[in-house]
């Protein structure tokens, strides 16, 4: 069974720093590209980065470039993003998910899941 558990949300004041983590099981010993997404409030699921599975490269959003680094470490099954300088904006549910293609988990571009977890809340508040 493919279980996806992300932690490391909650209320940071503008300017701030967050660490998620996503731990995933149910895949075996293979390792597959993964990405962050998140949804606000009344918006759809927006693309925010993405790692290939030996996590040799990653891909961005414009909106989080510069700010936010996506890192995965294999031995664990855990996948994690820095949120540095953060902002009322990128208050959102963010989920790691299993996209379908590696491009995809790179550019955010034809994004479809396989796989994504329950989420964790980020709220950047003064």
């Known amino acids: 069974q493919v279980q996806l558990v992300e932690s490391g949300g909650g209320l940071v004041g503008p300017g701030g720093t967050l660490r998620l983590s996503c731990t995933y099981s149910g895949f075996g010993s293979t390792h597959f590209p993964m990405v962050w997404v998140r949804q606000a409030p009344g918006k759809g699921l927006e693309w925010v980065a993405g790692?290939?599975?030996?996590?040799?490269?990653?891909g961005y959003s414009e909106a989080v470039r510069g700010r936010f680094s996506i890192s995965r470490d294999n031995a664990k099954n855990t996948v994690r993003l820095r949120m540095n300088d953060l902002k009322p904006e990128d208050s959102a549910v963010y989920y790691c998910?299993?996209?379908?293609?590696?491009?995809?988990?790179?550019?955010?571009?034809?994004?479809?899941?396989?796989?994504r977890g329950q989420g964790t809340q980020v709220t950047v508040s003064s």
């Open positions: 998910a299993r996209p379908r293609t590696t491009d995809s988990a790179l550019t955010g571009r034809n994004l479809e899941y396989l796989y």
């Open positions: 790692i290939t599975n030996g996590g040799g490269s990653d």
